[in-house]
C-alpha cells in the first residue's frame, strides 16, 4: 500500500511527480498488484 504525506510534502515535491514516482515503482507489478498499492489494501483496512 502506498501512502503520502500530503499536502505537507508539497514543500519538497509535486504531487504530479510523487504520483508519477509510484507509478514508476509499480510499473512491473501485476494489475491485481497495482490495485491493491493503490486502492484495494487502503479499502479493505480502513474500510472505506
Sequence with gaps: ???SNF???R???SYPVLW???K???ANYSE???HAM???TAAR???L
Design 24 to 26: 514508476k515503482i509499480a
Design 11 to 13: 514543500w519538497s515535491l
Design 45 to 47: 483496512v480502513y474500510r
Design 1 to 3: 500500500m502506498f501512502e
Design 7 to 9: 499536502p505537507v510534502d
Design 32 to 34: 491485481s498488484e497495482k
Design 20 to 22: 508519477n514516482g509510484l
Design 38 to 40: 493503490f486502492y484495494g
